[in-house]
């Protein structure tokens, strides 16, 4: 399968001098929402799935995921978009100056050897909801039963967040490349 990349001049210039692709912080993205939707959505998941625990257990795991979103502000979840949009003009607009742009063409394969994940972004809400309750399994596991380890907990949390998209960004079709660390 091929991915594409669009970019400006000044970001091939540095991929063809270093032989390295930049990432972008979530929180700078070109739709400035982007983050704070995975947010909303996956909060909203984990207040209805709370509603049917103990008190001390909902606490717990709530605590933990407005922990997890307040840290957002002091790590850094980096991310790396490519289209399986092959020549789309909503990604030569979004991406690229006026005078110009480039579309970087990847086999998904290829990609795949930078060691960062490639994880497919999610656009429709009913997939969100569902990748949001899997999360709260997954929370429940960790937080109240503790069955794995709090960082994996959060790189899963941010994980999900990169990948919900606005279903308005739907035509893209993107792989996200992402990578999540704390300070």
Known sequence: MKLYHYTDSAAIKAVLEHGRLWLSDIRYLNDHN????????????FENKVSGLPTANTTKIMKHLESYFDSSKASFTLIGSFSRGEDLLSQWRGYCPKSGGYALEFEFNDIKK??????????????????????????????????????????????????????????????????????
């Open 34 to 45: 982007e983050y704070m939707e995975g947010e909303k959505i996956i909060r909203s998941v």
């Open 114 to 183: 930078f060691c960062v994940p490639l994880h497919e972004c999610v656009y429709e809400n009913a997939k969100k909801n569902t990748a949001a309750e899997s999360l709260f399994d997954y929370a429940e596991r960790v937080i109240v039963k503790k069955q794995s380890n709090m960082s994996k907990l959060f790189q899963t949390t941010w994980s999900n967040i990169a990948k919900f998209k606005n279903s308005g960004f739907s035509e893209e079709k993107s792989y996200a490349q992402k990578w999540c660390f704390d300070t």
